[in-house]
């Protein structure tokens, strides 16, 4: 049989397979260290993909390394028995000796990322017995090449980085796992008063018939108050909004495994975000959500701690000592220089990445969050000096943070109409400061994503780009229909569709193909953080809190006694929670497209459509995050896509159509209600949304505000009701608008989370009247 590979091709392999695992494996952590921190700031899939693939690659080439490794020192340890080996190829196993330890330190990864996913932290006992194995590998690397070893001491000291890197990465992982994230958070036990030595006290005073009563002392710490300060609250920079954001973090990254929080914390948590702007607020809570990240998916709890300084200048120490004596006392003329190159780059490579990880770990929040200027200093001259450099270090890093700060700039949308939008340069962003969109309408026709706030150029070029990209689509589609080609592109369309659904892709496809991305803005935070704080502001005890936090809009329609909001309640209150995302996004979407415009309601109204795409989006393409809320919202998109696609192809309407598309819906009569005519067989709500954009029609000036309104409440109670690991996980990927929403909703005490009233200090028996 002939051998499929020629020997020239198996000579190549044998001879650079380990020197390009190596260098791949160095590769691949330098790219993570540089640009794993990007997938905090961005949505983008195929970054997104790309982080992930480096991920998994990095560990598989660092252990496929060390096994080639360990296998090429077994040939040589067979071959020095025999006695056939040359001196150069045992001076070379010295060398790959020497390679082993690098790839300990590989398999530790980089400080910005430990963990791609928050399952990744539960196989943290996993990682441990990896490192047990991968250590052992490695020694057995090393004793093979023992006595007669030349870089043995530098061997013996990159194996000791490795062994604390690694370590690092497995005791990160172990803190970030749930079972000890929820730990690290309790308390130590209250027993509270002690009750069955009052009791026998009282018991004998009433045996001696003494009268006798017991008083309750309340803790000092732990008064509840009721109703909140009306004192505004400025930040003045941004090292005061990183400390505050710590502060809070400290208290509600309890959230995240559904611990319950105290009265007190819940007011003083209200009274601060009451009285801040909305912009502050948006600043604290995103410095938050990255605390939140870095503790999940970094190294960050393990590095910035005493003994991680402390590990840390050991395992930096050990390699700059092994690149000084490989330098200056390892005689290298016996080794091959190839060799000798990539065992420099390796070196330097090492050292080079834990100098960008220090200045990371130095430029981070936490070291912002964990100054704290003392008032009371010693007399010592150190402790002066020490202060000193401290404040001057706070004063760099403080200005440093101003370029962290949230940037808006300012756009013209309409004549009159200007939209603040969020635009932090992607390397200073906390998350990726723009809004997903689904259209069911667009996606039908299956046009084109397009943005709801279209900022306006002024450039001729893109005026004349436009008119070109109109002209060659409007000239292909006559084309098209000359040469009758349309059916035959149709139906490879068909094909190309069930293809892609067969093999599983058409979520990920559709997500690509047709979902949007809307710049944040200003006025739309500004707009939800005042629905929430109003709403707070009636939340004093908590069963109304429980009842704010339960509304997906009736408490709008509630507020309003006009009869004409009540023939609105049933589209909320007495359909499914997705139901009510369908019906309200397809009213939306049909008035939205037949409205005239007003710039009176003009913000209104965009705020109504970015929110309802955005809900469709989370409702599709989010399952994860709605899981808790979506119901059989699926089944509803489905069916309603399926006779929207037929209604359209009756009408026989085209991709660029979506006005046009919208008044043929609206027009058609909705007199009987569509269940009366098709049964509940089809979960269609195509025409119940059509009969609610007509009523909505009756509110006139009003319909924009009310329908802006119902979607922040819409919002609110996913943000509260979806699982808050959905949330935490969500922040690996770019973030969303309703993990902001969720959080910002917990500071403002709405919520369930609030549970445990004020403590007492002691019981005390009163003898007499």
């Not at 689904?438 to 306006?456: D, E, Q, W």
């Not at 979902?515 to 069963?543: C, H, M, N, Q």
């Amino acid at each position: 049989m002939v051998n499929p590979i020629p020997d020239s091709v198996k000579k190549i392999w044998e001879h650079w397979n380990i020197r390009g695992a190596l260098m791949f494996s160095l590769l691949l952590q330098t790219l993570l260290v540089l640009f794993a921190p990007s997938r905090k700031r961005t949505s983008r899939k195929l970054i997104i993909l790309l982080i992930w693939s480096g991920y998994l690659l990095a560990d598989a080439t660092a252990t496929f390394a060390v096994g080639l490794i360990s296998n090429s020192q077994s040939n040589f340890g067979s071959d020095r028995k025999a006695q056939k080996t040359k001196n150069s190829d045992r001076e070379n196993s010295d060398l790959l000796a020497f390679w082993a330890p690098f790839l300990l330190v590989h398999l530790g990864g980089p400080d910005t990322i430990t963990a791609f996913a928050l399952e990744d932290n539960e196989l943290w006992l996993r990682h441990l017995l990896a490192l047990v194995f991968q250590a052992v590998a490695t020694g057995y690397v090393f004793i093979q090449t023992l006595p007669e070893n030349k870089v043995m001491i530098p061997t013996f000291l990159l194996f000791l980085a490795g062994i604390i890197k690694y370590s690092e990465r497995t005791r990160s992982l172990y803190l970030a796992s749930m079972d000890r994230f929820r730990d690290s958070m309790l308390k130590e036990p209250d027993p509270g008063p002690n009750y069955a030595k009052l009791m026998e006290e009282y018991a004998s005073k009433k045996q001696a018939k003494l009268p006798t009563q017991i008083i309750m002392i309340p803790e000092p710490e732990k008064v509840n108050t009721t109703g909140i300060a009306r004192e505004k609250i400025i930040l003045k920079n941004q090292l005061e909004v990183v400390q505050k954001a710590y502060e809070f973090f400290q208290v509600f990254r309890g959230l995240i495994v559904d611990l319950i929080f105290s009265f007190k914390e819940r007011n003083d948590s209200r009274e601060f975000f009451y009285n801040i702007s909305a912009e502050d607020a948006l600043r604290v809570i995103e410095a938050e959500l990255n605390f939140m990240y870095e503790v999940l998916f970094t190294k960050v709890v393990v590095v910035q701690s005493k003994w991680g300084y402390f590990f840390r200048l050991i395992s930096f120490g050990s390699v700059v000592a092994a690149l000084c004596v490989f330098h200056f006392y390892v005689k290298k003329e016996s080794f091959d220089g190839f060799d000798v190159g990539v065992t420099y780059a390796l070196l330097f490579g090492a050292i080079g990445l834990d100098i960008v990880a220090f200045l990371m770990a130095i430029f981070s929040d936490w070291r912002a969050a964990l100054h704290k200027s003392s008032d009371n200093i010693s007399e010592s001259c150190w402790s002066y000096i020490a202060e000193f450099v401290s404040n001057q270090a706070m004063m760099i890093f403080s200005k440093f943070l101003t370029i962290k700060k949230s940037k808006w700039r300012k756009y013209e949308i309409e004549p009159d109409v200007n939209f603040m939008f969020l635009d932090t340069p992607i390397f200073f962003r906390r998350w990726s400061g723009c809004i997903s969109g689904h259209n069911l309408v667009r996606y039908c026709l299956k046009g084109r994503p397009s943005k709801i706030c279209s900022i306006k150029k002024r450039t001729c070029c893109a005026v004349i780009t436009k008119k070109i990209h109109q002209s060659i689509s409007n000239g292909t589609e006559k084309v098209i229909q000359f040469t009758h080609m349309e059916t035959p592109i149709k139906q490879l369309g068909i094909l190309k569709d069930t293809v892609i659904e067969f093999i599983g892709l058409k979520d990920f496809v559709d997500e690509i193909t047709y979902v949007s991305k809307e710049p944040f803005t200003k006025e739309l935070w500004e707009f939800i953080f005042d629905e929430l704080r109003g709403k707070s502001s009636f939340a004093d005890d908590p069963e109304t809190a429980k009842r704010i936090y339960a509304a997906r809009g009736d408490w709008v329609l509630q507020n309003n006694d006009s009869d004409k909001y009540q023939e609105l309640m049933p589209y909320v209150s007495d359909v499914g929670y997705d139901q009510s995302i369908l019906l309200w996004h397809v009213a939306t979407e049909l008035l939205y497209n037949t409205d005239a415009d007003d710039s009176k309601s003009y913000s209104y109204r965009e705020f109504s459509k970015t929110i309802a795409d955005y809900m469709l989006y989370l409702l599709i393409m989010q399952p994860g995050i709605m899981q808790a809320v979506a119901g059989i919202g699926k089944i509803r998109f489905r069916d309603t896509c399926a006779e929207t696609v037929r209604f359209f192809v009756r009408k026989g309407l085209r991709s660029h159509e979506e006005k046009r598309a919208c008044q043929c819906i609206l027009e058609v009569d909705t007199e009987v209600k569509p269940i009366a005519v098709k049964g509940d067989r089809s979960k269609s709500v195509l025409f119940d949304g059509s009969m609610l954009a007509q009523e909505l029609q009756k509110l006139k000036e009003k319909k924009w505000e009310t329908m802006s309104k119902v979607w922040v409440e819409l919002l609110s109670y996913a943000a509260s009701h979806c699982r808050a690991n959905a949330h935490a996980q969500q922040v690996s990927k770019g973030g969303e608008l309703i993990t902001l929403v969720w959080l910002l909703m917990a500071h403002l005490g709405l919520g369930q989370q609030f549970q445990i009233n004020e403590g007492h200090a002691r019981a005390k028996l009163i003898v007499g009247k």
